[in-house]
């Protein structure tokens, strides 16, 4: 099993919106910093958005800026982001990822976590 598992993800007309959330399954992720990273087919896989590990720092691609919103509840162990106004664009596999190193506060880069889920695919079309 992945040490980490997203949901929330499906089929959404553009505007519309959603809220994926990352449970981890094997660790508190208290003191992990963790990322959002998408991947379109045909595409390379990007950083969305990630969130230190007290919650404290932020960072947020371009292209999601002001639409998305990440955060995380330690208590619960599980980050959310949640994505409104979403565009075809925003179709891709979304996965988080979980790292105790990785620094945040520029763009989110997948060769900084260690510890990723399977996906969740999120789908934005009329």
């Known amino acids: 099993q992945s040490p980490l598992v997203e949901s929330g993800g499906g089929l959404v007309q553009p505007g519309g919106s959603l809220r994926l959330s990352c449970a981890a399954t094997r660790f508190t992720l208290g003191g992990y910093a963790i990322g959002w990273f998408r991947q379109a087919p045909g595409k390379d896989r990007e950083g969305v958005s990630c969130?230190?590990?007290?919650?404290?720092?932020?960072y947020y691609a371009d292209s999601v800026k002001g639409r998305f919103t990440i955060s995380r509840d330690n208590a619960a162990n599980t980050v959310y982001l949640q994505m409104n106004s979403l565009e075809p664009e925003d179709t891709a596999v979304y996965y988080c990822?979980?790292?105790?190193?990785?620094?945040?506060?520029?763009?989110?880069?997948?060769?900084?976590?260690?510890?990723w889920g399977q996906g969740t695919q999120v789908t934005v079309s009329s």
């Open positions: 990822a979980a790292d105790m190193m990785a620094v945040v506060g520029g763009p989110c880069r997948p060769s900084e976590y260690d510890y």
């Open positions: 969130i230190s590990s007290g919650g404290s720092r932020t």
